[in-house]
């Protein structure tokens, strides 16, 4: 039996809302969880979604994928991370080319979705960052991309419609 697991890294949020998102577009059964609190074993799962948020040059989920990362390559991986850099600039390519390339290469599709910033949750450390960063400070959250990572999905053969 195919099982599939969901396993997601989000600070302030962006992210688990796009997980909550994509998990009620997912049909059938499906574990989702914080990466940080699963418990479980993922050779129990063939297909494995995983989502993050990016701080500073880093998709969180990073460190998890690097741990597991013998499993993962032998698993049906979608990735999908969310920042506001957007996903075709120099840094976003830098990013994604700290996951392991062994992992990278097995994908079944990698996308970038906006992100949010919400000043008043940051933290001291954080509010200088993005001072000398002069990013913006945006709301760029928008579901229909996770209607792309379904149609990925579809095309990977790992849902049902193509
Ligand atoms: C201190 C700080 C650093 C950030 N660094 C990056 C970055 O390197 N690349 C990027 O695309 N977005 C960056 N962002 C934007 C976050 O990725 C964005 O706010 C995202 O929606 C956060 O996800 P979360 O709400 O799930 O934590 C940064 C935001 C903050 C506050």
New binding site residues.
């Given amino acids: 039996m195919k099982r599939k697991l969901i396993l997601y890294r ?7 809302e796009y997980i909550k998102e994509l998990a009620d577009r997912i049909e059938g059964d499906c574990v989702i969880s914080d990466v940080k609190k699963f418990s479980g074993n993922l050779k129990d799962y063939s297909i494995i979604i995983l989502g993050s ?6 998709i969180m989920i990073v460190d998890f994928i690097r741990e597991n990362k013998k499993i993962l390559k032998s698993r049906k991986v979608y990735l999908f ?5 957007p996903e075709d600039s120099e ?2 390519r830098q ?1 994604f080319e700290l996951i392991p390339e062994e992992v990278r290469r097995n994908l079944l599709g990698y996308r ?1 979705l906006p ?3 919400s000043v008043a949750k ?1 933290n001291f450390f ?1 509010r200088m ?2 001072k000398m ?1 002069k ?1 913006k400070l945006e709301d760029l ?1 928008n579901y229909s991309h996770v209607g792309l990572i379904i149609d990925d999905l579809k095309e990977s053969g790992i849902l049902k419609g193509a």
């Avoid at 989000?10 to 688990?16: A, E, H, L, Q």
């Avoid at 991370?81 to 850099?85: P, T, Y």
């Fill in positions: 989000s600070k302030y949020g962006s992210t688990k948020c990016t701080y500073m040059g880093r991370s969310v920042g506001l850099i840094a976003s990013s970038k992100g949010r910033i940051l954080e960052i993005l960063t990013a959250v």
